[in-house]
């Protein structure tokens, strides 16, 4: 199979990803008005019935669900503001849209905080919220308790994303500084009925984690509160943080639907790989952890699954790695994985290794993952390029900068965290 082949096969089946999760068509599929009647998986509601629409929400792909929601809900929807990333905004007509920082909150994240919180407090009995939820959510609509400054929460922030922590600790804590998450937003929401659609970035998608759970309760613990600071070696933060939770009666007129995840992106790989001759396979499971560890866990299976069958193999996976920095390069989980993939399979055989983000953005680059293949790591040593000495230093953007593999896609209003593969001919 031509090295060209593959490279295209993978960019094809990784988009066919992309549109199974795009916002317009996750909300084509989950929502239906018949007249006046809303019908959401098994639930319906009678939009007569209620004197307001609101429309609320944030996250990477709020924008394109507030868009989607304009077509379906027409005149019926009265007014209501989302949050969204730079650049990830779309033009809508009744909704606001207030673009803000990510994956550090800045200014236009409390801007987009108290608007957020304003229209939820406007809500009452007799009307209906629409909160719509993306991976971002946790940092792109911000409100803070009154001893934490901005500047506190981004500290915060950078010291939690470079501690290796995962997104469900450090969505824990950000819980504890929040006037919004954990469940916060439920109460401000209430009395009026809310229907929260959510696209879920988490693995097994954990409604307390996904956007740090704005519109349900909050399980988190103190224990563990104080059990996830004390491993990262966060014990600064002890006295400024403490878990706290919301009154049941908040959420009982709260149906939380999740309409897309990664499951759902996987099966768009699955059947394009399918129709372009592959044997297509799933990892057991999803994917956690160090980006390169589980960069190997994932080669060793597919190269084990490989020894057994004779046609193509497409090995694909999902989830979100982690990395623990200690160098001072650029890079993203993906990227870091995707290095580390070259330099587990070298070029003892013919493949093509590929990850990247459904959201399009793998760390603070303007890269959504990155590509390599036996040919590129042949390419890069003969450029006396040393591909341990890049991922020792975790620079793996200006690696695959030089080599030209990265993938970039934009925005791709969607977010449902990385995609994995590993093409065997």
């Not at 996750?26 to 009678?46: F, P």
Request: proline letters at 3%.
């Amino acid at each position: 199979m031509l090295h060209e082949t593959m490279l295209n096969d993978a960019r094809a089946i990784f988009d066919a990803s992309l549109k199974a999760v795009h916002a317009h068509e996750l909300i084509r599929r989950a929502v239906a008005i018949d007249r006046s009647i809303l019908t959401v998986g098994q639930r319906s509601y009678d939009l007569d019935s209620f004197e307001r629409v609101i429309v609320i929400g944030a996250g990477k792909a709020s924008a394109a669900m507030a868009e989607a929601i304009e077509d379906l809900f027409g005149e019926k929807i009265t007014g209501g503001v989302v949050a969204t990333k730079y650049g990830h905004t779309r033009p809508l007509n009744k909704i606001q849209v207030i673009e803000a920082g990510h994956p550090l909150p800045d200014e236009s994240s409390l801007q987009a905080g108290d608007a957020i919180q304003r229209a939820a407090e406007m809500a009452n009995k007799n009307d209906l919220v629409v909160l719509l939820l993306s991976g971002g959510a946790s940092v792109l609509m911000a409100s803070f308790k009154k001893y934490f400054t901005l500047e506190d929460s981004i500290s915060l922030n950078k010291q939690l994303l470079s501690c290796g922590a995962n997104i469900h600790e450090m969505n824990v804590i950000r819980k504890c500084i929040s006037n919004i998450h954990g469940g916060k937003l439920a109460k401000s929401i209430y009395p009026a009925t809310c229907l929260s659609l959510i696209i879920s970035d988490v693995i097994g998608n954990r409604l307390a984690d996904i956007g740090s759970g704005p519109a349900y309760p909050n399980d988190s613990s103190a224990d563990e509160v104080y059990t996830i600071l004390r491993k990262y070696k966060l014990d600064q933060w002890l006295p400024r943080i403490e878990s706290e939770d919301v009154d049941s009666e908040f959420f009982k007129n709260v149906d939380n639907m999740i309409i897309g995840d990664n499951d759902k992106a996987l099966s768009g790989c699955e059947a394009t790989a399918h129709s372009l001759g592959y044997e297509c396979r799933r990892a057991r499971e999803m994917f956690a952890g160090e980006a390169r560890e589980v960069t190997v866990k994932f080669i060793n299976e597919a190269l084990a699954l490989k020894s057994r069958i004779t046609k193509p193999l497409c090995y694909i996976g999902g989830g979100e790695t982690t990395v623990t920095l200690s160098g001072h390069g650029k890079g993203g989980r993906n990227q870091e994985a995707v290095l580390s993939g070259m330099m587990t399979l070298k070029d003892a055989r013919p493949y093509l290794f590929f990850c990247a983000g459904t959201d399009g953005t793998d760390g603070p680059t303007d890269a959504a993952g990155a590509w390599v293949s036996d040919k590129i790591y042949q390419k890069a040593i003969e450029k006396n390029m040393n591909g341990l000495e890049y991922l020792n230093n975790h620079d793996s953007y200006n690696f695959f900068e030089k080599t030209r593999t990265h993938i970039r896609t934009g925005p791709t209003m969607t977010n449902v965290m990385d995609v994995m593969m590993l093409i065997l001919p």
